[in-house]
């Protein structure tokens, strides 16, 4: 073969490729616009049954010189690669994606910021019981420093039989003790029905684990523009996470905090497995402030420090802690709750190590 026929054939394989990266580009827009309508119908990206016919399809007109499998391994890539664009596509047009918004999501909670590199505690029972119980708890905390109290009104539960919360009972005495104290409030709410509602006695409406999915709810958290706190579900990926927020921030109410409490595995010595690598995942990939639960990732009160502190240093927002004047009579979560005392030392060796060095205890 001359040379002048090598550059000949060259350039005809130029010609070739040209035309080959002009026709996946031409296919690759078609598969973002099928993309793009199959999150709008709520339909899965990946299609197998579909796939499989192609491929078969495309051995069948297949004359050479590739043999019938080497075609099949090519388009493969090609439906793969398809697919990882139709995935990527729909995470740049989300809401809450980095991608989206460069700049972190700061929720203002009265002088409290939740976001932008501000560290902050949150702590409280894990049930509220009575006025008393309450109050014991709003007065160590102010003590403290601590400007924003948890406290359960709505308790959903394994067992029916378990105390299930006092409902909007509970919701009022948190607002009467916040009120005398100067503290923010969060508490669950389980009803789309008293989203509304809880606008009126509580300041930031949380969605729990179990509750992470429930569509309707999510909707509902986002019609209003009360700030919300969205834990990750006990099995949910970190996509579902998003998801689920995504949910929220699609209906107007950008004031959306993640907030990782463990994940269920094998394994027993703790309640759940903390998931530490999610919190610097969630802040690279979304801008909303992501905070850990500790007591309900744990289960356990002799690890809650080391864990806030890990959590800190992976980047998170805040921190979450349950605290009762008497956890030995608590109607709920009775082992895993500090008494005052424990917290004041918990707080105490989180503070002394330096990673709430940005937060300005009031």
């Not at 043999?67 to 990882?84: H, V």
């Not at 706190?229 to 993640?258: C, P, W």
């Amino acid at each position: 073969m001359s040379q002048g026929t090598l550059e000949q054939l060259r350039g005809k394989l130029d010609v070739i490729n040209m035309q080959l990266l002009e026709l996946l580009s031409e296919r690759a827009a078609i598969a973002q616009q099928i993309g793009h309508e199959k999150e709008k119908q709520g339909v899965p990206k990946f299609d197998p049954v579909r796939e499989q016919r192609m491929l078969e399809e495309l051995a069948a007109r297949n004359s050479g010189p590739f043999d019938d499998n080497t075609i099949r391994q090519l388009f493969k890539q090609i439906f793969q690669a398809s697919l990882n664009l139709q995935q990527t596509d729909v995470k740049k047009q989300l809401l809450v994606s980095r991608k989206r918004q460069k700049e972190d999501t700061v929720v203002q909670l009265g002088e409290a910021s939740v976001g932008g590199g501000k560290p902050m505690m949150v702590a409280g029972p894990c049930s509220v019981e009575s006025y008393e119980q309450v109050r014991q708890v709003a007065a160590a905390l102010k003590q403290a420093g601590v400007t924003v109290m948890r406290g359960g009104a709505f308790k959903p539960r394994t067992s029916p039989y378990d105390f299930q919360g006092l409902g909007i009972e509970g919701l009022k005495i948190l607002k009467e003790v916040a009120d005398e104290f100067g503290l923010k409030t969060i508490s669950e709410i389980v009803d789309p029905a008293h989203i509304e509602l809880a606008c009126d006695y509580i300041d930031v409406i949380q969605i729990g684990a179990r509750n992470m999915q429930n569509f309707e709810l999510l909707k509902a958290a986002g019609d209003v523009r009360t700030p919300i706190l969205l834990k990750r579900g006990l099995a949910a990926t970190i996509d579902e996470f998003l998801h689920a927020a995504e949910y929220i921030v699609s209906r107007g109410n950008t004031q959306v905090m993640l907030i990782e409490r463990g994940i269920r595995t094998y394994e027993k010595a703790t309640r759940n497995t903390l998931d530490i690598s999610a919190v610097p995942i969630l802040k690279q990939e979304s801008h909303l402030p992501v905070l850990v639960d500790v007591t309900h990732s744990t289960g356990r009160k002799d690890i809650l420090a080391p864990c806030a502190k890990a959590a800190l240093a992976a980047g998170a927002d805040g921190i979450m802690v349950e605290v009762h004047p008497n956890p030995a009579v608590a109607l709920s979560d009775a082992a895993q709750q500090l008494n005052i005392e424990e917290f004041n030392r918990f707080y105490n060796e989180v503070q002394q190590s330096g990673l709430f060095h940005s937060l300005s205890v009031r």
